[in-house]
């Protein structure tokens, strides 16, 4: 079970920080991403993180102003947003991936478990 947090809303050029946290599965071996979902599109990726913290991977749109990371101790993957602006208001989704082929965390069929989603909202 992913348990998704920290959405709210935010200015442009400000910050918030999302929170995942896991329970249910080994955490520890699993990559973890996030993806969001703005109204009327498709959901897509935004960043994802190797199962030890070794490897990051962004979104060309997020890169330099997202940050991943995952605290296996806590069971927990973060992602830290700064820089907000208005194209970035969204659902956020953090996901779990069983894949060792780092090269498909971009891929939302990759992901074996979701969380619910948290509303994020950027204002002009």
């Known amino acids: 079970q992913l348990q998704a947090s920290g959405g709210g809303l935010a200015q442009a050029g400000g910050s918030l920080r999302l929170s995942c946290s896991a329970s249910?599965?080994?955490?520890?071996?699993?990559?973890m991403g996030w993806f969001r979902q703005a109204p009327g599109k498709v959901r897509e990726f935004v960043a994802a993180?190797?199962?030890?913290?070794?490897?990051?991977y962004y979104s060309g749109s997020v890169k330099a102003r997202f940050t991943i990371s995952k605290d296996n101790a806590k069971n927990t993957v973060y992602l830290q947003m700064n820089s907000l602006k208005p194209e970035d208001t969204a659902v956020y989704y953090c996901?779990?991936?069983?894949?060792?082929?780092?090269?498909?965390?971009?891929?939302?069929?990759?992901?074996?478990?979701w969380g619910q989603g948290t509303l994020v909202t950027v204002s002009s």
């Open positions: 996901a779990a991936s069983g894949y060792y082929d780092y090269s498909r965390l971009s891929d939302s069929n990759s992901y074996d478990y």
């Open positions: 993180v190797s199962y030890r913290s070794r490897s990051t």
């Open positions: 249910g599965f080994a955490f520890s071996i699993y990559s």
